[in-house]
């Protein structure tokens, strides 16, 4: 596993606190203004970095992640400008780790080893392929052990007691809970639902357990950051990219990410704090 | 060529053609398509599974289709005797049904209560629509609202036959942006819903069960040719998008190795780096799209590009699996024609042997003579004449008077 990871998962047991995690779209709404909200988003308290790569084709998300990656191609953005937008995000942040995220077929043209060492080089920590699912991840897999790259695995509501320990295996760094049967940004978490999946899961491994996909609201992040060990929020944030870019003022989504950010990390934050004085 | 290979054993138990096909899919959809494996396991080996589809192909699609001599059309090219599998005939005028009609009955199996589809041209999700008509259930087909313009009779066929008809409008707002609105759906309502596939491809076993339910094309063809002419064809010929009606026909012939496979891709303004063709073996690469390893069309980085055809059938970007396969081993061969190569070959059709053919199979047309010639006279080919071309009059009138 990746130590930035490693370390960045042990701080916030030594916190006693769920990390935040952000999802953005590289090269959304362009290269540079992508590049200034993935330098924003630390100091506004997103522990974890998930840069998403754009494909033409993203069958598993939603229509705020859809348009995201549709600005994303449409001002020149590719795999390779990804990598290149974490190289610049290394010049100043060596603490923050960054999982890559998105579909196969960009990696496949770029090749398994020479995708995961230019991630290595570029100082990426983690790969999160969603259409490679562990009957079909064998190459990737080979090539994140060789290079330290962590493969993370999706479990989700359909993923049942008999078919965990296959997603499990293998995986490092944490495992992503996808909390709703469905694509991302769209149905709501039940957090019921999810506390029992995260118990679920951690009885059968030592790794942490983020949750995402219906994650959109300080609420409901602080019900999940109660059970889970990060939160993510992707669409939430996508979305104040394409309302600046609806405004014609993109120039100002790094700044509506960043105020976003801070109001969701907070409630991320305060969650076990607030339970602990209801308490 | 490897000679000792029971081809007909494909794919192994990962959904493999050698490096093609598998399984690339979310998570959330691997518990739903082992679970859809293990239930068309359990349905082929039913007899009366296999009654069941005897009788609807029998008494509602009309099977079999004839093997009719194309007489005409065989002297006009004084090569190979031509003849035409007539899968247009068939109850919705095309062979997309034989599909539907296996898949439906599966889904009932499995007992599943709601399906969908996605549509290019119309034609599977009329096939769809029919067949949920048919069995009392609900049906959403998912279309480009590109193509839901562009194919208007067949948007109010499907509402008429009691379907709900859903424009998508994400990406270009065609086929393969359908096929991913569809899966996004299956993805939200895992629970009742069943994906009816119309091509074969998509992750495995989707493949695997079109072409098997496709395959009466080619072992109704076989024994008809051996009737008739007491020996096998020397060509067996059909137009290749997804590729569905082309497996149908070749798989039953695909250990006959005296028999040539041959397919014909959709060259649309001709192959080259302007990407205006939907032929994704003669001009793409192996890549992962709708969850499988096959032939796309795509840019250096992986993108997916829109490609084009004049047949909104045949206009996607990828191609099934096996048909990788078959051609990188060499058991298949795959040429293509042009827009206007299928165009004139229509217009022939329509001449000679009075038969309107879809501008799909006037692809396979277009090379048809030339194969026909090739071989040489005594020689025997069986073309599939996979649809009819009512849907397709007012496309090509329009596209004549362009070209004057």
């Given amino acids: 596993m990746s130590e930035r990871l490693a370390k960045c998962f042990a701080d916030l047991k030594t916190s006693n606190r769920a990390g935040f995690v952000a999802y953005v779209m590289a090269s959304d709404p362009d290269h540079e203004t992508s590049l200034d909200i993935l330098r924003a988003l630390p100091g506004a308290g997103a522990d974890i970095i998930e840069l998403g790569f754009p494909f033409t084709d993203p069958m598993a998300d939603g229509p705020s992640i859809q348009l995201a990656a549709q600005r994303a191609l449409k001002s020149g953005g590719s795999l390779r400008s990804a990598l290149k937008l974490v190289e610049r995000f290394r010049e100043t942040n060596q603490n923050t780790p960054i999982i890559l995220m998105g579909y196969a077929n960009p990696i496949e043209q770029m090749g398994y080893d020479g995708f995961a060492s230019h991630a290595r080089e570029a100082g990426a920590d983690g790969v999160i392929i969603v259409d490679l699912p562990p009957e079909e991840d064998a190459e990737l897999r080979t090539q994140t052990a060789k290079t330290g790259l962590s493969l993370i695995r999706l479990a989700t509501p359909t993923t049942d007691a008999a078919r965990l320990p296959k997603v499990l295996e293998g995986a490092s760094g944490f495992v992503y809970y996808v909390s709703v049967a469905g694509v991302t940004g769209v149905k709501a978490a039940q957090s019921g639902a999810v506390a029992s999946a995260v118990a679920r899961i951690r009885g059968a491994t030592q790794l942490p357990i983020a949750v995402g996909f219906g994650v959109r609201t300080p609420e409901a992040a602080s019900a999940i950051a109660r059970e889970a060990d990060a939160v993510v929020v992707g669409s939430a944030l996508v979305d104040c990219v394409t309302r600046a870019v609806e405004e014609n003022k993109a120039q100002d989504a790094p700044g509506r990410v960043e105020r976003l950010v801070q109001t969701l990390s907070a409630a991320v934050r305060g969650a076990r704090k607030k339970e602990g004085a209801d308490a | ?404």
Avoid at chain 2, 44 to 49: D, L, R, T, V, W
Avoid at chain 2, 190 to 202: L, S
Avoid at chain 2, 320 to 331: F, K, M, Q, V, W
Wanted: proline share 4%.
């Fill in chain 2, 1 to 404: 060529m490897d000679a000792r290979r029971n081809w007909q054993d494909l794919p192994d138990e990962n959904g493999r053609f050698g490096a093609y096909g598998g399984r690339y899919v979310a998570e959330t959809l691997m518990p739903l398509i082992l679970d859809l494996d293990r239930a068309y396991r359990a349905a082929k080996a039913s007899n009366e599974f296999q009654a069941e589809m005897d009788y609807f192909w029998r008494d509602y699609v009309g099977r079999p289709s004839p093997l009719y001599f194309a007489e005409r059309l065989t002297d006009h090219f004084g090569g190979a005797k031509i003849y035409f599998k007539r899968d247009e005939l068939n109850h919705t005028g095309a062979h997309k049904i034989n599909n539907c009609l296996g898949q439906i009955l599966l889904a009932r199996r499995m007992g599943k209560t709601r399906i969908i589809a996605e549509t290019g041209a119309g034609q599977h999700g009329v096939a769809t629509a029919t067949v949920c008509a048919r069995f009392g259930l609900p049906c959403v087909v998912f279309m480009g609202a590109t193509d839901v313009a562009r194919q208007s009779p067949n948007v109010f066929r499907m509402k008429l036959l009691g379907a709900e008809v859903r424009p998508v409008t994400s990406g270009a707002a065609t086929l393969k942006d359908a096929m991913n609105e569809a899966l996004r759906d299956w993805v939200t309502n895992v629970h009742d819903t069943f994906y009816i596939i119309g091509t074969a491809a998509g992750p495995h076993p989707y493949p695997e069960l079109v072409r098997d339910f496709q395959s009466i094309i080619g072992k109704e063809a076989r024994e008809q040719i051996l009737e008739r002419e007491g020996r096998l064809p020397d060509a067996v010929v059909a137009c290749v998008g997804g590729g569905s009606n082309a497996i149908g026909l070749f798989h039953p012939f695909v250990n006959d190795e005296s028999v040539q496979l041959i397919g014909v891709e959709a060259a649309g303004h001709g192959i080259d780096d302007r990407f205006e063709h939907s032929a994704a073996i003669n001009g793409g690469r192996p890549g992962v799209l709708h969850g499988n390893r096959t032939y796309l069309l795509q840019n250096a980085d992986g993108q997916i590009l829109e490609g084009h055809s004049i047949s909104a059938g045949l206009d996607y970007p990828g191609v099934g699996p096996e048909h990788a396969y078959l051609n990188d081993i060499g058991r298949a061969r795959y040429l293509s024609a042009t827009d206007n190569e299928a165009l004139d070959a229509f217009q022939l059709c329509a001449r000679l042997e009075g038969i309107i053919p879809a501008l799909e199979p006037s692809h396979a047309l277009a090379r048809i003579g030339e194969i026909a010639k090739e071989i040489g006279k005594g020689g025997l080919v069986i073309m599939n004449l996979c649809g009819r071309g009512d849907k397709d009059v007012f496309t090509v009138s329009e596209a004549l008077e362009k070209r004057g």
